[in-house]
């Protein structure tokens, strides 16, 4: 009788305990790293060390312009400095990594960064993962034949979005790319062609939790229809930064975004 008082306490514990998914990963953007200016070379670094230091980071994203210059051999040396993180990376393209007439197309890109990581296997600009629970979408906005500062997310971008939004319907997605859609300063320079497109498809879905993007080099954060608009420094502000994200769902009750930007120590060594 004892044991089956217990067994039934437990069963109602358990099906009135809140359960929560929390997940927190660090955004690395702008970057433009270039092998004859050593200073970039320098906060990539001592950033990499800064974010060793940060507990429990999932992963860390670097949401574009990681290079200064669509040119191959600033990739090797960029890619070696970001393999001494602790945490996995994953790599988004934004305007200055691209350039196909000048020898760095999207697919060779890639490849770079596969030879030099042979762990890193995102082999396509466009591409989902999965952690803790959550899902998320790698969304390319890059132009390699005529590259510019204006964002361009292709309609066949956008429907893969769209079959990846459906296909998850079930999880909480975060979308991570390199051109903002919304964001709190506005540059013509700087815009995305389709946005309205884009804006429409977010509406179509439920399941968007938020939408980190870098490009702009300022900080933005936005609410819009329930999604959450990042927008985010680049890292060589004239304070150099990074931005940590924690994401919590608990059933219930609407998901929960909180983010740090954390200033790079560049007086270690």
Request: glycine share 4%; no cysteine.
């Amino acid at each position: 009788m004892r044991n089956l008082i217990l067994a039934l306490f437990t069963v109602f514990i358990l099906q009135n305990t809140v359960y929560a998914d929390i997940i927190k990963f660090v955004q690395v953007t702008d970057a433009h790293f270039k092998t004859q200016d050593e200073y970039t070379g320098e906060v990539l670094t001592k950033a990499v060390k800064d974010i060793n230091k940060e507990s429990d980071v999932s992963f860390v994203v670097f949401t574009g312009d990681n290079i200064d210059s669509p040119r191959p051999d600033y990739v090797p040396p960029f890619v070696k400095i970001i393999n001494k993180l602790h945490a996995p990376y994953y790599i988004v393209l934004g305007n200055h990594d691209v350039y196909k007439n000048n020898g760095l197309s999207k697919k060779q890109y890639l490849e770079i960064v596969h030879e030099n990581n042979p762990f890193y296997f995102r082999m396509k600009p466009n591409y989902v993962f999965k952690k803790k629970g959550f899902v998320f979408i790698v969304v390319d906005g890059a132009k390699e034949v005529i590259p510019g500062s204006i964002g361009y997310y292709k309609e066949d971008t956008l429907k893969w979005l769209d079959k990846q939004l459906t296909k998850y319907k079930r999880n909480k997605v975060i979308i991570i790319q390199h051109f903002p859609v919304v964001s709190a300063k506005e540059i013509s320079s700087h815009r995305v062609y389709n946005k309205e497109d884009y804006l429409k498809l977010l509406d179509k879905h439920d399941n968007v939790v938020s939408v980190v993007a870098g490009h702009l080099h300022t900080n933005s954060e936005i609410m819009r229809n329930g999604v959450y608009h990042i927008t985010s420094p680049t890292l060589l502000s004239e304070k150099p930064v990074y931005k940590v994200i924690s994401v919590s769902v608990t059933k219930g009750f609407s998901p929960m975004v909180y983010t740090e930007l954390k200033e790079v120590d560049m007086k270690q060594k």
